[in-house]
C-alpha cells in the first residue's frame, strides 16, 4: 500500500513538474528561513549550558533605588559578599568574585593585548571548570598568580612549552609592570559561554579588592554562587534584606526608607546571556526579545510557506477531481484518500527540506555574520536528524491536511458527471487563509519599514555634538593616563589637527554618575537628590566636539581659578536646579568650591533610545583615560596614521584609533542589524 501511494506520488510529481517546482521551492524557502533562525535560537538558548549543575548557579545583583543608563539593575556588588554568603548561609556551596579584565601581556617580545577575569580563588570549583594542567582548588591561590587558556598559552610560549609541560612556573608580565606566575592552563571556553576569558588573574593580592573586603557600600565585582542541592533559590533570596540590615544597613537610626534602599535579587546563570537590562554586563550579551521576535518571524514565513502550499493545492484540485471519483467508484476509503495526499506533501516537504539545507549552508556565514554569533549547524548532535525528520513529517501534515481533507470529501458521481461541488466551508476557509498569507506579509513589510524609518531618523537627526573629522583613541588600561601629556604635544604638532583634548569615556557613552542633594539656594537634603551624569575632562572639550555654549563660558587655561572647581552643566540640568541658564552661571552645585562657570547645549549621552539627562562636567586634566582629536576633513586615513604613529612612540601598548562617527554607529548596531535580518525574512515572507 505504501509503496502504492509513493509510485502515485512520484507519477503526480513528473505530471505537474511546474506545480510540483513552484511548491517545492516556496516550501524550501520556508524551511530554509525557518532553519537559519533556528540554529541562531538554538545557540542563543544554549550558552553556559555547559558548565556542571549550571541550574544551581546564580549571580547576585543589586538593585539600585534609582534608574541610570535605563536600568535599576547592576552586576557589581561589594567584594566581602561573596565569602561573607558562604559563611552565612549553609545553603550557599561556594561563592566567587570576579572583575572583567584587559591588559597587556608580555612574554618575552610576545605582547598581546587580551580580556580576561581577575577572580578569588573559588572561581574554577564554582564553575566545575576543570584545568588541563595545574590545580583548580589552588590555581589562583598564591599572590600574582595567573591561569592561561591553551590558545593563549601556545601564542606566548609555543607548542613545545605546552608538549612538554614546560608553561607552568613560567613568568608573564601585565601592563608592563607586574610579573605573574603561570599556575594552570585551562581549555579556551566554548563560544557559547558567557565568560569568554583568554587569563584569569588572581584577586588576592589586588590593591582595590583587598582594601575594600570590610566595604558594604562600594561595589565593583561580580559576585557568583552555587546553591545546595535542593535548596531554594526563592527562600535564599527572601534572607537578603535581613542579611542587608546586618551588613550594609548595621545602624538603624540611619537606615534609608525602603524605598531608597539597594536590594540583592538572584539572577540565574542560565539567564544570564539573554538579559539585555542590565548596564555594565560581562562580556557580549543577547537580547530575550530579539530572539522571541526572530523565532516568531520563522514560524509565520513557515506557516505562510504551509498555506501557500495549501492555496495552491486547492486550486489545481479540480484537475484531480476524476482521479478522486474513480479511486471512490472502485472502492478507495476517504481514509485511504487521505493518506495519498498527506503523504504527496510529506513527499514534497522532503524535497523542500533537501534543498532548503541547500540554502541554509550557503547563507549561513552571512546569516553569522549579520547576528553577530559563529553559527554552524552540527549534523553529531542526536537531536537533529529526528529534529529534521519531526519537521518534514509536521510541515506536510499542516500544509497538506486540507486538501487532502477537501479531496477526500468529494462525492463520486459528482465528480464523473463532472459538478464537482466542494465544502461549505471551501471558498470562506480559502479566503481566510489568503486574507492572512497577506496580512502577515503586510505585517513583516511595515515592521521592515519602521526599522528602516528609525534608522534613517538616528542617522540625520542632531546628536548635540559634532561627530564628523574626531580621531579617538581609548586607552586599554587607566594606567595609561599619564600618556596624555606627551601624546597632546605630538597630535598638535600634526598640521592637520585643530584641537585635542582627552576626558573619561566619549560623548557616546558617559558611564559615571552621581547624586546631588545640595546646590546654591538649596541646603543638603537627603530626601532631595538629583541624579546626575558625569565626567572630568581636559580644556578643549567643547572645541574638539562641537559642543555649543548656552550661556557663560568654556574653561580657560588663562584662569587658575578653573582648576580649583569650575564645572559646566547642560541644559536638562539646569532646568532640573530651577534656574535659567543665565541664572546659573557663577552659583555652585554640590559643593560651593564647585562653581557653573557654563551652560552647554544638550546633547544625547548615549543612544537615543534613552532620554537626554542632567549632566555636569568636571575639569580634571589628570587620570583621562580617552583622548580626541579634530581634525581637518581631507585624507583622513592617512591623518589617521599618522596621529596613530605618533601616540605609539609613548608606549608598548598596541592601540587602536577610531573615528567618532565610527563609535556613534556602533550605538545602534543592533539596531541596523535588526533592520537588515528583518528586510531579508520580509523578502523571503513576500516570496
Partial sequence: MLTSYFLVALRTLRRQTGYAVINVLGLALGLACFVLIAVFVEHEWSFDRHHPEADRLYRVEQVMPRAFMGTRRFPATPAPLAQTLVADFPEVEAATALTEDEALLSYGEAHYVQYGFKADPSFFEVFGIPLVQGEAATALAAPRSLVLTIPLATKL????????????????RLRDDTDFTVTGLVAAPPETSSFGFTYVATLVDDGTFTSNLDQWSMSGWNTFVRLAEGADADAFHAQMPAFLDRYRYTDPEEQPPSAQRVQYTLQPLLALHLDAELSYDLGTRGDARTVALYAIIGVVILLLACVNYTNLAVARSIKR????GVRKAIGGRRAQIVAQFLGESILMTALALVLALGLVHALLPTF????????????????????????????????GSYPALFMARLEPMQVLKGTVRGSRSRPMLQRVLIVGQYAASIVLVVGSLVVFQQLQFVSQSDPGYERENVVTMQLPHWTLSGLYPPVRDAWLDDASVTAVTAMQGLPTSISSSTSIAAWDGHVGDEDVQLQFYQTITDYEILDVFGIDLVAGRSFSRDLASDSLGAVLVNETAVQALGWTPQQAIGRWIGSEEQRIVGVIRDFHQHSMHLPIAPLLLRLQPDGLTTFA???QPGDLPTTLDRLHAAAAQFTSYPLELRFLDAEFDKLYRADRRLGQTFGFFTI???L
Avoid: H, K, M, N
Avoid at 157 to 168: H, M, N, Y
Avoid at 321 to 324: G, H, I, M, S, Y
Avoid at 369 to 396: N, Q
Fill in 157 to 172: 610560549f609555543g607548542d613545545e612549552a605546552l608538549a612538554d609541560q614546560a608553561v607552568l612556573g613560567q613568568t608573564v
Fill in 321 to 324: 477531481a476524476q482521479e478522486v
Fill in 368 to 399: 553569522g555574520d549579520l547576528v553577530e554569533r559563529p553559527l554552524a549547524i552540527d549534523y553529531a548532535s542526536g537531536g537533529l536528524v529526528p529534529g529534521l525528520a519531526l519537521l518534514v513529517l509536521t510541515v506536510g501534515v499542516v500544509a
Fill in 629 to 631: 582629536a579634530r581634525v
Fill in 684 to 686: 523571503a515572507a513576500l
